[in-house]
């Protein structure tokens, strides 16, 4: 199998997360729902996992509502907000996830004000077009990922959060990339929605959470059981739920070592690339997040790239992910101002926990082999 590059995709289950979900595949069955011994064993575990995904977010157990993942916990946020009340524009953040950008272009089909918040050609929030925004009428939502997927930018939200809140806005803020690679305080950030997903710590895929202040005003999406107060009808995924609490605790414990590792990988992998003269990086004045480069070989097609890159040996991504496949150039880079056909060259390199210096420099190789070849 070829090196695997592409953690932001999704990473590997850490083989202490698959132990601690084991004993909920073959072990206590019942409903979290049920008031016997079966449900309370069940209800236990949902709780513990709680307070373990709550605690890596700097929130309060009770502020968690589970998701099937970060695309639903997207979706419930802004969904969930705009339907949920006051009047107010949608604003998001041109370079979010499409979690985020297609729950915001399907309110605003449905005929909510919706405006899109610029990025610089770094990637970050183009800082006097938001302010002017935010002063242009009232908000009701405004949705800013913590970190991108794409070039690993990391968005400062902190400045930000009393100006939305002045304009009558919550703040939902996406860290699906952030968890377990930042630090993260909602509570000490005063957000006041944040989405996590269990598959990119580490955890199984299938499961996230939306962390939501009392004060918000929510409808749900799914209509149902009264699980998660009503948020979220459906029985709970008791060992995804676990896996994703002990993937949680595994992050926060080992948050400073993962980052530490992957900056050293990644300085050595953008050094090298910075080596190679046809190579371009993209968000390369951005603070970034330690595990991220995005860039683009001259000549070379993005998805050509990552075939032979695959046959070569390491696996890694065009763009995001769920862009793989759709010959589209990258909204993200677009939204940079990128050209678009060097946009359709971009490549992802996302390196793990476990991500060694040999694949990074057998990488390297490869791509200086390709530098000035074309596909
Ligand atoms: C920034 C961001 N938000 C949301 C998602 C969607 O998360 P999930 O795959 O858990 O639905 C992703 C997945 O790549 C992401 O990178």
């Not at 590997?12 to 049920?34: F, Q, T």
């Not at 309370?40 to 373990?52: P, S, T």
């Not at 009340?85 to 915001?104: D, I, N």
């Not at 050293?264 to 997040?289: K, N, Q």
Request: glycine letters at 12%; a negative charge; proline letters at 5%.
């Amino acid at each position: 199998m070829p090196a695997y590059l592409d953690h932001n995709a999704s990473t590997p289950v850490d083989p202490r997360v698959l132990e601690a979900m084991l004993p909920y595949l073959s072990g206590p069955y019942g409903n979290p729902s049920s008031l016997h011994r079966y449900g309370r064993l069940a209800r236990d575990a949902v709780e513990r996992a709680r307070g373990q995904v709550a605690t890596l977010v700097g929130a309060q157990p009770g502020e968690l509502i589970w998701t099937s993942g970060g695309t639903e916990a997207n979706n419930l946020a802004l969904k969930g907000v705009c339907q949920g009340g006051r009047a107010g524009r949608l604003l998001y953040g041109a370079s979010e996830h499409p979690a985020v950008m297609e729950a915001a272009e399907s309110l605003r089909a449905a005929g909510w004000p919706v405006e899109v918040i610029a990025v610089d050609a770094q990637g970050r929030i183009a800082e006097s077009a938001f302010r002017q925004q935010l002063r242009a009428g009232p908000v009701r939502l405004a949705s800013l990922m913590r970190a991108n997927n794409e070039t690993g930018v990391i968005h400062e939200l902190a400045p930000w959060v009393s100006a939305i809140h002045a304009a009558g806005g919550w703040l939902h803020v996406d860290a699906t990339q952030a968890a377990g690679k930042l630090p993260l305080d909602f509570a000490g950030l005063g957000a006041d929605l944040l989405t996590v997903s269990s598959h990119k710590i580490y955890g199984p895929k299938g499961v996230g959470a939306l962390v939501v202040r009392s004060e918000v005003e929510l409808q749900p999406l799914l209509h149902g059981g009264a699980q998660e107060k009503g948020m979220r009808g459906g029985t709970e995924n008791l060992p995804a739920i676990v896996g994703f609490g002990a993937a949680a605790e595994l992050a926060l414990q080992e948050l400073e070592t993962r980052m530490a590792h992957q900056q050293d990988l990644r300085e050595r992998l953008d050094a090298g690339l910075r080596a190679i003269p046809s190579v371009r990086l993209f968000g390369d004045g951005a603070p970034r997040l330690s595990n991220t480069t995005q860039f683009s070989l001259e000549g070379w097609d993005g998805e050509a790239l990552l075939m032979h890159l695959d046959r070569l040996g390491y696996a890694v991504s065009s763009g995001s992910a769920c862009a793989s496949g759709s010959g589209e150039p990258s909204h993200v880079l677009l939204a940079m101002g990128v050209d678009a056909m060097v946009a359709k060259g971009a490549v992802r390199v996302s390196l793990g926990k476990d991500s060694q210096a040999a694949e990074v420099d057998g990488l390297l190789r490869a791509l200086s082999q390709l530098s000035g070849r074309t596909a």
